[in-house]
């Protein structure tokens, strides 16, 4: 899925938790890769990784306000009583984070790559922004006080293999968010099946780098388990070096009545509505054709 139009949104690369039914994303899981070629500087396995929250963070700073606009109006729409305290789940390097708190939201900020944590401390500390960013599994996580509302974007939640995996997750949210309380979550749906190999690529320049970013999706697709296989590469200039990293990781899709099954079952939810383009003017029922479905859950 690329940055087209309003929809274009991407998956991050930060890793998917502890869960058996999770895939590791970073350098030690047998099923990703991450390399690097380098000129004037070598980079290879675990030092690549490393660099990667910086290179994400400039190569997905897409449509960041359009949707950060959109989590705003859910809150104002959806949540009974003001929201003030948001979770942000599987944040990676915190772009809705950092923009939330600087629109006055107190951000819990979670994610189980060390890297982006870490990186998202650093960004927040900069700014003086209230971030408190911390490692952990989605799918099994306690927070030290209930959040207003929680938010989970760049459908993340395609790291998650099993419908097993998703009702756990679904639960976790749940257990940290206050009765009236919004979750809001985005996913991937496909509607390029008859170009399953199609590339998207697209060059960001911030900080004194260029990353060129080629994204693929739905390769080696599992029909049974509706998994397939996405690949990143970050082609990286700037600072005296150029920099190459591929990663490769599993992703499943979930269809929108599928979704709303396993909503009912993990239980403790009510369906608000969901919608294409980060519009609360486009529902998806009345979209012909959608790259991301936002939903919107209310805690009972």
């Keep these: 899925m690329g940055p087209v139009g309003a929809d274009g949104d991407h998956r991050g690369l930060h890793r998917a938790g502890r869960h058996p039914d999770l895939v590791e994303r970073g350098p030690t899981d047998r099923r990703a890769t991450v390399s690097g070629a380098g000129v004037g500087s070598a980079v290879k396995g675990r030092a690549a990784f490393y660099d990667a929250p910086l290179y994400y963070h400039v190569a997905f700073e897409l449509n960041r306000k359009t949707e950060t606009d959109f989590l705003e109006a859910c809150f104002r729409k959806y949540a009974r009583g003001r929201v003030r305290a948001v979770l942000d789940v599987a944040c990676g390097t915190g772009h809705h984070s950092l923009r939330l708190a600087q629109r006055g939201y107190r951000m819990t900020s979670l994610d189980l790559s060390d890297a982006s944590i870490a990186f998202l ?46 009702i756990a997750h679904l639960r976790a949210v749940r257990r940290n968010l206050r009765p009236g309380g919004v979750y809001v979550f985005d996913r991937l749906v496909p509607s390029g099946w008859a170009q399953p190999h199609a590339r998207w690529t697209w060059t960001r320049r911030r900080r004194g780098i260029t990353v060129r970013t080629t994204f693929q999706t739905l390769l080696n697709w599992d029909l049974a388990r509706q998994v397939c296989e996405e690949v990143m590469r970050f082609e990286v200039t ?4 150029r920099r190459v990293i591929t990663q490769r990781h599993r992703t499943r899709i979930v269809f929108p009545q599928e979704l709303r099954a396993l909503v009912e079952l993990a239980g403790g939810w009510e369906f608000c509505g969901w919608f294409s383009n980060f519009s609360l003017r486009r529902p998806l029922e009345k979209t012909a054709q959608a790259q991301v479905m936002i939903t919107a859950l209310r805690a009972r």
């Design 121 to 166: 401390r650093n960004e927040a500390a900069r700014a003086s922004l209230p971030v408190t960013a911390v490692v952990g599994d989605m799918t099994d996580f306690r927070l030290p006080r209930r959040v207003d509302a929680a938010l989970c974007m760049q459908d993340s939640q395609g790291h998650l293999l099993t419908n097993e995996a998703l």
């Design 238 to 241: 700037g600072r005296g070096a």
